[in-house]
């Protein structure tokens, strides 16, 4: 089999710190759990910042300063930061980070969807900030505005102002034709790197015929352009990202995707699930890509050219 890439997305903006004493929320606590989780393996570290006040998610520059610097010191993974932010943003707050930055990656929702996250609150906690109860229960209101004018400003704006490459996030199947629809329309070219996304209420389930199913009408659409990773929400993670490394995919684990690292019990850090998942795939006889070699097989430009 071809060599895999391991991508870890460190901290996101769904869970809140009450969910978990290991999730990171300062800029330090981010730099930290993603050196770690490079050196376990990681050749991508999807990002995400957060207030270091309360956890609350943010899209402040300042905020992604905070460990943007530090993670491109302490090690030479791509870094790919979110345009997704939270579904509460604006897109232009989403951008503002990353269109400050130019980073080599970026990633990019594929359309407009319900992002429901009140099943979390059926779970009795104590909650140590006055935002996340409210935050959570607004999300049955909550659509995540990802319009054909957002995506096209957004692969105008990074893409083609800043050579940035993208992580493109299908939540479902209409997102697959979303992102052929771009291409035909000569907004991006190949080799084009798909995430599936299972299990966010509102999207694709987390069922293994899914998952067979999407592989299936990507390889129609793209044909040998693309190559596709997996993450799934919760519990489903270790699953289906191994079941999308034995079809010869890529995989994605961390803390935004999963706290926990096994029934019942929340995984002490990033790098706890960067190392579980490569002790799965290396089993499968994958051989993990190093992050330049990541960089060439995605194409992208590098990290001298990134503005850190």
Known sequence: MSGIIITCALTGSIHTPSMSPHLPVTGAEIAEQGIAAARAGAAILHLHARDPADGRPSASPEHFMGFLPQLAAGTDAVLNLSTGGSAVMTLEDRLAAPAQVGPEMASLNMGTMNFALYPMLERERNWRHDWERPFLEASDDLVFKNTPRDIAHVLDRLGRGHGTRFEFECYDLSHLY?????????????????????????????????????????????????????????????????????????????????????????ARSNAEQVEKIRA???????????????RGTLGLKGAALVAL
């Open 280 to 294: 799965i795939v290396e089993a499968l006889g994958r051989t993990v890509m190093t992050p330049d070699q990541a």
């Open 178 to 266: 979303m992102l052929r629809h771009v291409a035909d329309r000569g907004m991006v070219a190949p080799p084009f790197f798909i995430q599936f996304v299972f299990g966010v209420l509102g999207g694709m389930g987390p069922d293994p015929e899914n998952l067979t199913h999407m592989v299936r009408i990507a390889d129609k659409l793209f044909g040998g352009d693309y190559l596709f990773s997996v993450l799934a929400a919760g519990r489903h993670q270790m699953p289906l990202v191994s079941m999308a490394a034995a079809m010869g995919g890529h995989v994605r684990v961390g803390l935004e995707d999963s706290l926990t690292i096994g029934r019942g019990r929340l």
